[in-house]
T-cell receptor, first 115, second 112 residues
Framework: NAGVTQTPKFQVLKTGQSMTLQCAQDMNHEYMSWYRQDPGMGLRLIHYSVGAGITDQGEVPNGYNVSRSTTEDFPLRLLSAAPSQTSVYFC??????????????FGEGSRLTVL | GQQLNQSPQSMFIQEGEDVSMNCTSSSIFNTWLWYKQDPGEGPVLLIALYKAGELTSNGRLTAQFGITRKDSFLNISASIPSDVGIYFCAGQKVSNTGKLIFGQGTTLQVKP
């Protein structure tokens, strides 16, 4: 059982380049989300989705786009990379319901460096 | 900005010692959760709390949902080397949204 799979694991970009971080889950979870982790700041929510075709902004959405065309996939797009977007990005999924929606399953992370 | 204050930021303890960390907020949360992150990996859920006052154990770990719904603590008893990692508290303000707010994390190091 693969769980939540993120690709790539490492990426170096130049300022202004665009790229997409891929996230796929095989647990049939309706909820998916993207967080970024920076030293001393914990994890901060970028975007989230409660189902295919439905997305919403989190705490730090600027500079990122998402779409959710299928239950399984939730890609994160950086439109024009900036050094401030250097971070470790985590994709997570969970199932709906009061007892489960906060019980996130995380991928292994994608480490992005913007020069 | 960050709405959960987690303390301490780091701990360096001897194997066998007990550990306590806590998380406070000025806001009310409906769910409190504790996650652990090992180096190079994503966080893994340790304990989830759903009711004010709830006390839940998972092996050597015990966590409580504060009665005011604005705080939570995590205790680890008889620490072992594999307890090393970063521990995060997280809160969900609105149930059934999947949106979590995380604390800054507590880095735990255990000396054998």
């Amino acid at each position: 059982n693969a769980g939540v799979t993120q690709t790539p694991k490492f990426q170096v970009l130049k300022t202004g380049q665009s790229m997409t971080l891929q996230c796929a889950q095989d647990m049939n979870h309706e909820y998916m989300s993207w967080y970024r982790q920076d030293p001393g700041m914990g994890l901060r929510l970028i975007h989230y989705s409660v189902g295919a075709g439905i997305t919403d902004q989190g705490e730090v959405p600027n500079g990122y786009n998402v779409s959710r065309s299928t239950t399984e996939d939730f890609p994160l797009r950086l439109l024009s990379a900036a050094p401030s977007q250097t971070s470790v990005y985590f994709c997570a999924s969970s199932y709906p319901g009061t007892g489960g929606s906060g019980e996130l399953f995380f991928g292994e992370g994608s480490r992005l460096t913007v020069l | 900005g960050q709405q959960l204050n987690q303390s301490p930021q780091s701990m360096f303890i001897q194997e066998g010692e007990d550990v306590s960390m806590n998380c406070t907020s000025s806001s009310i949360f409906n769910t409190w959760l504790w996650y652990k992150q090992d180096p190079g990996e994503g966080p893994v859920l340790l304990i989830a709390l759903y009711k004010a006052g709830e006390l839940t154990s998972n092996g050597r770990l015990t966590a409580q949902f504060g009665i005011t719904r604005k705080d939570s603590f995590l205790n680890i008893s008889a620490s072992i080397p594999s307890d090393v990692g970063i521990y995060f508290c997280a809160g969900q303000k609105v149930s059934n949204t999947g949106k979590l707010i995380f604390g800054q994390g507590t880095t735990l190091q255990v000396k054998p």
